[in-house]
DNA sequence: CGTACAATTGAGAATCCTCAAGAGCAGTGG
DNA sequence: CCACTGCTCTTGAGGATTCTCAATTGTACG
């Protein structure tokens, strides 16, 4: 049903008042479309991009999820964060046209890229997105913070249901539930972000369980008990603060 | 001697090569520098914004250092970073004009003021300054997951090692000493910033002289071994990857 | 239906934190 | 000049959280 999705432009895309595009006129975002490729839909575990890889262009989820991380040496990885519809890609590599992380598909998932350097030119040309680009980078950046802050000084229960929250908030700004929704990634996957190891997230999914606060079903995940789920999170942080991730 | 510091203008300021004139042609400089307010000495402890200002401009360290933090509701503070000299202050701002975090000096400074709106129009018409914007925020977005990578898995030691040698190198690009140098952060921001407590922090600094890695004499730091402080950090990292943090 | 992989659960061990006391240094005032 | 105060930093002991190792269960897919 969804098999197009990878063809839709930007002024016809469902995501256009989350993406690049929001803010823009009509007629910017349909100038906007005209240097943005529309890529064929990406399998699972496809890589977008390996780190290190020279890189020229940001990209814009267009359906489906992501994961970003960093390996060493001995290919020990570090996930950076998890990216859904409208959210931006490709960041890293603007300090030297080469990609710092990795990024795989979590599923079936759909692209737009956009060349930086066209994207450049057409800031110059136009102040709003030269701003909706900016606003763009600051909200990466503020929501990498956001996740210094939930690595530095949190208990593991209160980095899980912050994580929690955080999908909750943004599948809610998709347009989906806020309680009921699928995790894409592994408990190794979650554990990795949170820094935590994968039996310590298996635990806590069980404790949150038998709590009543949520219910697990495989991947399926439902919240029960938001206010609680919140109330665990906050000493942490000021309520509107999890914004969040990318 | 150097109580004129907040005068130099950019082309003849001693950073310029690191700060945002970086790449530029002389008369861009020149052009740069027009827009840029030197603003008067900081005195420590003093605050360059506070956490939810309204903030319409990016700040350059010129000399000194700062310590930027997000508090939650009840006063709990985290570090999110060190900036020193050459560095820029202000990106967290950019998505809602609002600042996301609070910088205070941690000795005295001071800082070069950029009005973004100024920046901008000035970036329409001169693409090698977009550029060179585009980059820093590339090179905050990274060193930014440098933290996170460094807060996600790391044990107590390693932090510690990564931390000193992220100083190490960020002096020895102002062309100081990397291995003698002066902490101008207090043990409890450091253990802030690096998610462990304060005591963990002393013990590690007597663990490493112990071991001759370094010496400490109050906040004055020599590093004796750098072979063996990056052999901690080894296993964590691919061996460039330590341009860190802002 | 069997295999491979992911997730759960348990027990013991290690790291790091908390609490508490003591040491070192700077600044103040007698 | 020296004691006093306040602060930061150091050091120690005990305890809590989380990790590691290992075994088991559960689920997806051929």
């Known amino acids: 049903m969804e098999s197009n999705v990878h063809k839709i432009s930007c002024p016809d895309c469902r995501l256009s008042d989350l993406c690049l595009p929001y803010g823009l006129q009509q007629n910017e975002v349909q100038q906007l479309a005209t240097i943005v490729k529309n890529k064929r839909p990406m399998q699972v575990d496809e890589y977008l991009y390996l780190q290190g890889d020279a890189c020229q262009n940001l990209y814009a989820v267009k359906s489906g999820s992501f994961r970003s991380f960093i390996a060493d040496d001995n290919g020990n990885e570090q996930t950076i964060g998890f990216y859904l519809p409208g959210e931006l890609m490709g960041l890293d590599a603007l300090q030297h046209s080469r990609t710092t992380c990795s990024i795989i598909a979590l599923e079936t998932s759909t692209v737009c890229e956009l060349p930086l350097l066209r994207l450049n030119e057409l ?13 763009i980078m600051g909200k990466g950046i503020s929501s990498d913070h956001d996740k210094i802050i939930m690595l530095g000084h949190r208990t593991a229960k209160e980095k899980m249901a912050t994580f929690l929250l955080m999908l909750s908030r943004r599948y809610a700004g998709l347009g989906f539930s806020s309680t009921v929704f699928n995790l894409t990634m592994s408990r190794q996957d979650i554990a990795n972000f949170l820094g935590l190891s994968n039996e310590t997230v298996s635990r806590l999914f069980t404790e949150l369980s038998k709590d009543g606060v949520i219910t697990v079903k495989q991947r399926g995940i439902q919240i029960n008990n938001l206010a609680t789920l919140k109330s665990i999170v906050k000493p942490c942080l000021p309520d509107d603060q999890l914004s969040f991730i990318a």
């Open 123 to 135: 800031c110059s040309q136009m102040p709003s997105l030269q701003n909706q680009v900016m606003r």
